[in-house]
T-cell receptor, first 115, second 116 residues
Framework: DAGVIQSPRHEVTEMGQEVTLRCKPISGHDYLFWYRQTMMRGLELLIYFNNNVPIDDSGMPEDRFSAKMPNASFSTLKIQPSEPRDSAVYFC?????????????FGQGTRLTVV | AQKITQTQPGMFVQEKEAVTLDCTYDTSDPSYGLFWYKQPSSGEMIFLIYQGSYDQQNATEGRYSLNFQKARKSANLVISASQLGDSAMYFCAMREGPGLTDKLIFGTGTRLQVFP
């Protein structure tokens, strides 16, 4: 399996622009998580999906952030408009639970810089 | 409320020695899972070890073992025979459920440095 695939790996954008981060989970996984990692706040869970349905988006910082999962093999995290404080590494992770809780597998992350 | 607490921002250990990284957690759910991840300087998150709340024995994976003390709500990671390549950030994480939230939350991490 190719693992969790995120794109782009790096993104530099100007303040005010729309940014879309993409994630392809591992085939067969029914959970998908979006995390943001910064030095100040560590790894924050933004939102997670189960069977393509958003279950908990309480970590989404503002209305400027939105996430979708139109099908089992694709998810996006969108920031519109972007701000410098959104600069961080964004991770996508996927997991499954077949009778017991299982670990999440992470993508390589997208390093976002908003200037 | 902080659900996962890692009180050691940084740890040093000499090569070939053992080191323990602390983790305490808070949950009222009887069913939960505890995980440890490693994040080297290259940035990827690498799963190391898992402990289920109902597991009777401490989990082990090669040089990694998890010292699970349920009554104390602690899940410390023990790395035996440290290697230079073990230098990284280490994160403890918990997943509650099934039936509760099922989300995976992380502690703030411990930076481990292994010196020769």
């Amino acid at each position: 399996d190719a693992g969790v695939i995120q794109s782009p790996r790096h993104e530099v954008t100007e303040m005010g622009q729309e940014v879309t981060l993409r994630c392809k989970p591992i085939s067969g996984h029914d959970y998908l998580f979006w995390y943001r990692q910064t030095m100040m706040r560590g790894l924050e869970l933004l939102i997670y999906f189960n069977n393509n349905v958003p279950i908990d988006d309480s970590g989404m910082p503002e209305d400027r952030f939105s996430a979708k999962m139109p099908n089992a093999s694709f998810s996006t995290l969108k920031i519109q408009p972007s701000e410098p404080r959104d600069s961080a590494v964004y991770f996508c992770a996927s997991s499954t639970r077949t009778g017991e809780l299982r670990e999440a597998f992470f993508g390589q992350g997208t390093r976002l810089t908003v200037v | 409320a902080q659900k996962i607490t890692q009180t050691q921002p940084g740890m040093f250990v000499q090569e070939k020695e053992a080191v323990t990284l602390d983790c305490t957690y808070d949950t009222s759910d009887p069913s939960y899972g505890l995980f440890w991840y490693k994040q080297p300087s290259s940035g990827e998150m690498i799963f190391l070890i898992y402990q289920g709340s109902y597991d009777q024995q401490n989990a082990t994976e090669g040089r990694y073992s998890l010292n699970f003390q349920k009554a104390r709500k602690s899940a410390n990671l023990v790395i035996s025979a440290s290697q230079l390549g073990d230098s990284a950030m280490y994160f403890c994480a918990m997943r509650e459920g099934p039936g509760l939230t099922d989300k995976l939350i992380f502690g703030t991490g411990t930076r481990l440095q292994v010196f020769p």
